[in-house]
């Protein structure tokens, strides 16, 4: 078989470096002759892990020291549900950009008042709403970064007179973050930082403890915090690979040197989808993600779909169909994905082309 280039949404493409450590680590954990999914999660070789772990996290996005980060089990699904226990105690506001944001509302509205502030639901989320007020009674206004389905992304940090929520799950470690802003960054690592089964939060101390409920214990940000994500066992594999990958992306630069690359791929790919007539992109210009290209066939073309997904695949390309609820074509360019990876899609894409060419 020839090179694959694994375009998919999540999981995500890791570097093969991180892939490789752990292949070692899971015969032998640093020396200690014991796999790294047997080896105690009290011992002191672990231990080191999770410190270097959360020193990577604060180092390459620059995490001031009124945040802590912690570990969890339970996926962003899980902390949306956290996000309402630990701050939600008279009324929360919601910017309504896709499927997700609209989950992390509906887990709020089960425990109280929550509204979606603004939406972009009415052209099915291909865009970011801007002319909205955030009220100023609200106990926190949450946003979703980068909306992974439909491909679209907020460009800068929102000013909110609240504090600020965000689920940064598809586009944490692709660009900088101005850390001080926000109360609570949080998301799933399997989109950019690792694989499935561990989420992190990135949290301001002294957002916390300001409601009344009574919050079970394994939702508790507190506990975590206190804890230093051992309160019960942690997913060490997760927790591992995602050393690995920080420990990759700071040795390939961090997030200034990513950033580059990221946004050279990405303006590559819509570079290609806006000059090739046979395909057109389906998110606002202005909003048009870094890490999720959403695009379908142009007008006139749609029969050609399922033509051009199975040419893709027979050139190598994976996970480039669309979300159902979308349609057409998703490539993610996670930071693992390489500029290589992104210029085999644009020759595929012109390949197709010179085929079809009225
Ligand atoms: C994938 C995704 C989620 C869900 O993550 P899980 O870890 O599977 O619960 C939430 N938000 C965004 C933006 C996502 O892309």
Redesign the pocket.
């Known amino acids: 078989m020839g090179k694959l280039h694994v375009f998919n949404?999540?999981p995500c493409l890791l570097p093969q470096v991180a892939i490789d450590k752990t292949i070692d680590a899971l015969k032998d954990f640093k020396g200690t002759g014991i796999s790294l999914i047997s080896v105690s999660h009290r011992s002191k070789e672990w231990g080191e892990v999770m410190d270097e772990c959360r020193s990577l996290w604060k180092e390459i996005l620059n995490i001031p020291d009124t945040h802590e980060v912690v570990f969890l089990g339970?996926?962003?699904?899980?902390?949306?549900l956290c996000v309402a226990m630990n701050y939600l105690e008279h009324k929360a506001g919601y910017l309504e950009t896709?499927v997700?944001?609209r989950?992390?509302l509906k887990e709020a509205q089960g425990l109280g008042n929550a509204v979606a502030v603004a939406s972009s639901a009415d052209r099915n989320f291909s865009y970011i709403p801007k002319d909205y007020q955030i009220p100023s009674d609200l106990d926190y206004f949450h946003v979703?970064?980068?909306?992974?389905?439909y491909g679209t992304e907020l460009k800068s940090d929102p000013e909110s007179p609240v504090p600020l929520i965000a689920?940064?799950?598809?586009d944490i470690l692709s660009r900088k973050v101005d850390v001080s802003k926000y109360a609570l960054i949080y998301?799933?690592?399997?989109?950019n930082a690792g694989p499935?089964g561990v989420?992190f939060a990135i949290i301001r101390k002294d957002s916390l403890g300001k409601v009344s409920r009574h919050i079970p214990t394994m939702l508790d940000y507190r506990v975590h915090i206190d804890k230093e994500s051992m309160f019960n066992t942690p997913p060490v594999f997760a927790i591992f690979v995602m050393n690995e990958t920080l420990k990759w992306l700071k040795s390939i630069g961090g997030i200034d040197a990513i950033h580059e690359l990221d946004v050279r791929k990405a303006e590559t790919l819509y570079a290609e989808i806006d000059r090739n007539s046979l395909f057109t992109g389906t998110a606002a210009r202005e909003d048009r993600s870094i890490m999720n290209v959403c695009f379908v066939m142009s007008e006139g073309n749609e029969q050609l779909q399922d033509e051009f997904l199975s040419f893709s695949k027979a050139h190598g390309m994976v996970g480039i169909k669309g979300h159902r609820s979308v349609g057409g074509f998703r490539a993610s360019l996670y930071n693992a994905c390489t500029m290589e990876d992104v210029e085999a899609l644009v020759a595929c894409m012109q390949e197709f082309e010179k085929i079809h060419k009225k």
């Not at 339970?74 to 949306?80: K, L, T, W």
């Not at 689920?167 to 598809?170: H, K, Q, T």
């Open positions: 949404a999540g339970g996926g962003a699904s899980m902390e949306f896709g997700w944001a989950k992390a979703t970064t980068n909306n992974t389905i689920d940064m799950s598809s998301g799933g690592a399997q989109k499935a989420s």
